[in-house]
């Protein structure tokens, strides 16, 4: 459709204004309606440089509009999209001892489970991180996937965590 | 080019490989020849979701492959990119306030200074952050562009900073 003001574009403010007026393409619609209907959003990704994929990455830059995901007025706890759970689970490239050195697991947890989730008051369950599948033998690998397996029976059963916590905001 | 294993598929691997045979698309190349080249890498986006927009992540994802960028037994201060410098220049939505309250931009530079940068041998400046310049006044706008000048005028003067310092490491 016709940009809401063609003298400065402002992409955030483009998508928000589309979003408005239902002028988003329809693959971002329909994304957006499988985010409103779940409950429960699991994000399963390798991870690339501390981060998701850039595809991943990409699509929350695209379907997660403001007026949809965010208002600047309505964050965290009183986000829009309230009332849904989400986890991270991902594999990693490194050992479960490289991270712990730095305390690097927490740190990059936070931009996708604070910045994100939590700015849009989606509620975080325990992160599921399988530590470098690729260096593992195929029995530690069959563990996995049967934990895995197994969290997924009783993951309704848990309670969100708290993914600011305090000793974040020194 | 073929697979160095078609019978199980790893990008990692198979990136590796073709980087080391010469076997990685035209693009990519190029790309990393222009990172090779530099002495110093600017990084200048909007912060999307506390990270870089997707677009810049996938040059990310796509361009520093293994053997090129880093190596497993070679990280972090003996990283592949050495005697480099790096710099991430982004503009925010949020005003500094907001990001100040949680200690949050001390966090998002985390996965790029020290996950991406440093664990390449990549040295890191000042990061450069002009907050919601669309905010603010016209001539607010301007001075932030005035500061960027005066800044890049001595760059080259400038000390790296230290983006893994002790308190993240508890």
Redesign the interface.
């Known amino acids: 459709g016709h940009l809401h003001n063609s003298e400065a574009f ?3 403010v483009e998508t928000w204004e589309a979003y408005k007026r239902g002028g988003l393409s329809k693959d971002l619609v329909e994304e957006q309606r499988k985010v409103q209907e779940a409950d429960l959003l699991i994000f399963q990704f ?1 991870l ?4 998701m ?3 991943l ?2 699509w ?3 379907v ?1 509009v403001q007026g949809f995901a965010y208002d ?1 007025s309505k964050s965290y706890d009183g986000g829009l999209l309230q009332d849904k759970l989400s986890l991270f689970s991902f594999t990693t ?2 050992s479960k001892e490289k991270y712990a ?4 697991i927490r ?2 947890l ?3 489970q ?3 989730m939590h700015f849009c008051g989606v509620k975080v369950l325990e992160p599921h991180i399988c530590y470098a599948p ?1 260096n593992v033998s195929e029995e530690k690998r069959k563990e996995m996937l049967t934990a895995w397996t197994q969290r997924l029976k009783t993951l309704w059963k848990e309670e969100p965590i708290d993914c ?1 916590p305090e ?4």
């Open positions: 402002n992409y955030g390798p690339f440089w501390f981060n994929p850039a595809i990455k990409g929350m830059d695209r997660w600047l490239g490194g050195i730095r305390g690097d740190y990059l936070w931009p996708m604070h910045g994100i690729e600011s000793w974040y905001f020194k």
